[in-house]
């Protein structure tokens, strides 16, 4: 069974960083590329960033510069690191592998 449990959310004040995780289990995780979703109050689910199985990275414009996602594959674990935040990022964030979504974990930004 295939499982993707996110944490590491919560809530901050714009400017603020937030690190999420997302640890997977039932899969050979070092073989799978791994993203971040996410969908905002009454917005499509959107892609945020992807890290493949070889380490490479790539983001949404929108996040680009701020975000950076990497993984541990010892750990079978992805992360999200968010810096410089914006109340637009506020949004549930979803970890995605192959046909696998975690349940998500809530990122709001407000002062």
């Known amino acids: 069974q295939v499982q993707l449990v996110e944490s590491g959310g919560g809530s901050v004040q714009p400017g603020g960083s937030l690190r999420l995780s997302c640890v997977v289990s039932?899969?050979?995780?070092?073989?799978?590329?791994m993203a971040w979703y996410r969908q905002a109050p009454g917005k499509e689910r959107e892609w945020v960033a992807t890290v493949t199985d070889g380490g490479i990275t790539n983001y949404a414009e929108s996040v680009k510069g701020r975000f950076t996602t990497s993984r541990d594959n010892a750990k079978n674990t992805v992360y999200l690191q968010m810096n410089s935040l914006k109340p637009d990022d506020t949004a549930v964030y979803y970890c995605k592998t192959s046909i696998y979504w975690g349940k998500g974990t809530l990122v709001t930004v407000s002062s």
């Open positions: 039932g899969i050979s995780f070092s073989r799978y590329s």
